[in-house]
C-alpha cells in the first residue's frame, strides 16, 4: 500500500479482490465519481440540461443494485455474446479491408479510428436493442467524458469537456424517451418497467455507453501498438490466428489494461489485512500491471481476469470485451500481414483509471 497520492493504493492482487469482495465494508459509491472537482463554470453548464448521475449500477451500494444488474445482465449473457461472435467477425473484417485499402493507396494507415473505433460502439447498440447511429459523435462524447471524470482538467478545459459531457446527456435523454415506445425488446425499455426513473436510466445508460465500447476501444488500441511494435511475447504474424490474438488480448489485459485502476471507500473504519482503514479513505485498486514478487520468491502478477473487477460488480462486458479485442486483432493481421510502426511514441490517453495510445499509425514494411 501506498499513501503517496490521495488514494490508499492497494497493489496486491489478493488484497485487490479481498476489496472488491466486501462491498459493505468497500463501497463503490466513489467509482463515479470526478477525480478532479468540477468547477462553478462546468456545473453550471450541466446543470442548465438538468445533469444528473444517481447511483444506479457502478456506485450503487444499496439493496436496488442486484435487480437492475440482472437486467442489464440479460442482455450479455454467455449465449447472446457467442451468438454475435459472427456479426463481430463481419465487421472486424469490414474495418480491416478499409484499413488495407488505405495502406495502398497511401502507403500508411492509422488502425484506432480505422479498425479499433467503431467495432465495438456497433456491436454494443444492437446487443442493447438500440439504434445504431451518431457514431462519431459517440466516440468524442465518449472520451471527453473520461478526461471529464477520471482526468486532471484545469478550469478551461473542463467548461469544454462540460459542455460536450451535456450534449450527450441530452442525445441520451433523446434517446431514452425514443426507447421507451420503440417496438421490440432494449435496455433501456426493460429498465423502465424494472421500475427506474428516466434520470436513473440516463445515469446507467451514459457511463455504460462509454464502458460499454470505448474500453474495447482502448484494449485493441494498445494491443495493435504492442504487436506491432516487435515489445510483446506474441508476434504479428501469430497474431493472425485465434489462439496467438487470444493469448496476446489476455498478455495485455494482464500488463497494461484500458482500465488499470478502480476506486472504492471506506464505508465505516474497517481493517485490510494488518491495516486499519479509516471510514472515509479512498482505496484505489490495481487491477492490472502489478508484477511484485512474493516474500517466498512466488509470482503475484495480476491474473487477467482481475482487471473486470471481481464480486457482485464485476464488468458485465468482460467476455464481450475479450472476444470482440481477439477478432478485431485477428482480422487486422491477416489484413496487414507486413506492416511496421510509423509513430513509436505517441500521444497516450492517460487517466486515473483509463489508458492507450490516441493512434497506432503504420506503413508497409519496405520490400
Known sequence: MSTRCPYLVVRDPGAVRDVLHRPTDFSPANALVAVTPLAGPALRVLQRVSFALPPVLASNDTDTHAGIRKVVAGFFTPATVAAIEPRIRVLAQEAAQNA?????????????????????????????????????????????????????????????????????YV??????????????????????????????????????????????????????????????????????????????????????????????????????GDDMIPAGAEVLLELSGNHTTSPDGGDRTTAYGLVFGSGIHRCLGAKLAELEAAVIIQETALALPGIQLRDRQPEWIRHLSFQAPRTVSVSMEPR
Open 100 to 168: 488495407a485499402d488505405q495502406l495502398d493507396s497511401s502507403g500508411h494507415v492509422e488502425l484506432v479510428q480505422t479498425v479499433a473505433a467503431f467495432t465495438p460502439a456497433v456491436v454494443m447498440l444492437e446487443l442493447l436493442g438500440l439504434p445504431v447511429r451518431d457514431l462519431a459523435d459517440l466516440k468524442r462524447w465518449g472520451l471527453d467524458s473520461m478526461e471529464l471524470f477520471w482526468g486532471w482538467p484545469d478550469a478551461a478545459r473542463q467548461l469544454e469537456l462540460a459542455r460536450s459531457a451535456a450534449d450527450f
Open 171 to 272: 442525445w441520451l435523454r433523446r434517446l431514452v424517451a425514443e426507447s421507451l415506445t420503440a417496438p421490440g425488446r432494449n435496455l433501456f425499455k426493460s429498465l423502465a418497467e424494472h421500475g427506474l426513473t428516466t434520470p436513473e436510466i440516463c445515469s446507467l445508460g451514459y457511463f455504460l455507453l462509454i464502458a460499454g465500447q470505448e474500453t474495447t476501444t482502448q484494449l485493441i488500441s494498445t494491443t495493435l501498438f504492442r504487436l506491432v511494435e516487435g515489445s510483446s511475447p506474441t508476434s504479428w504474424r501469430d497474431a493472425a490466428s485465434e489462439a496467438g490474438s487470444r493469448t496476446m488480448v489476455r498478455h495485455v489485459l494482464a500488463t497494461e489494461s484500458s482500465v488499470p485502476t478502480w476506486r472504492r471507500i471506506a464505508a465505516h473504519d474497517t481493517n485490510l
